[in-house]
């Protein structure tokens, strides 16, 4: 198993990277402290699973990008608060599961082995949890938008860069666009997410960056 680790406290990355080495089944391919770094090494060797510490905070908008562009390579949460809100938004975030903060190395081996097979091993009530979370997302009219009301993919792109802060001017030459079209993209944006300013739908769609990547966005 290839293993990337990303974690800003190098201690704790090198000292995982030493505890894999031991295993004849497990690889450490890089140990990496930011999220560009990350995306390099994902570009140029093939990875079974990225360990990523969410202990020191971490960009949660930027990975979902990444679990977006690489849906192949599991995202594993190291050192997870395991309380029912945290676990559900790391799933949200793109995480395919999680190592809980008081988890040995045994259980973290094992954990990394069964998320890469495609398991998920969680306390009862994080799963009843997790299941009321679902149902709760998709009858929520403020989470799920009306059929009629949901984003073009065109608006879905705008929104997105709209959460990376960037103005409309970055926004248009980032998409080969007008001003003008920029404009009217945020226009619809706003109208369809109920919302009135700007800022309102950068906070949005950072706490719900999956508002952003709905799951039909055929029409233009």
Not at 84 to 110: H, K, N, P, T
Not at 160 to 178: A, D, F, Q, T
């Amino acid at each position: 198993m290839n293993i990337i680790v990303l974690t800003p406290v190098r201690l704790l990355g090198d000292g995982l990277a030493a505890c894999f080495r031991t295993r004849s089944d497990m690889n450490v391919l890089a140990v990496v402290n930011d999220l560009e770094s990350l995306r390099d090494v994902l570009a140029a060797v093939e990875v079974q699973t990225v360990l990523v510490d969410v202990t020191q905070g971490v960009d949660l908008f930027d990975l979902r990008a990444i679990a977006y562009e690489w849906p192949a390579v599991p995202l594993v949460a190291l050192g997870l608060n395991e309380q029912r809100q945290e676990v559900i938004r790391c799933g949200r975030a793109g995480f395919a599961g999680y190592v809980a903060r008081d988890a040995s190395i045994d259980a973290l081996c094992q954990a990394l082995s069964e998320i890469v097979a495609g398991r998920l091993a969680c306390p009862p009530e994080i799963s009843g949890s997790l299941l009321r979370a679902l149902f709760r997302h998709e009858s929520d009219s403020g989470e799920e938008l009306d059929p009629e009301l949901a984003l073009t993919r065109r608006e879905s792109e705008v929104l997105e860069l709209l959460g990376r802060g960037l103005s409309n001017k970055e926004i248009g030459c980032e998409l080969c666009v007008s001003v003008a079209t920029v404009k009217h993209h945020v226009h619809h944006i706003l109208e369809k997410l109920k919302l009135e300013r700007r800022a309102q739908a950068m906070r949005r769609v950072r706490d719900a960056p999956w508002l952003a990547h709905p799951a039909s966005t055929a029409r233009k």
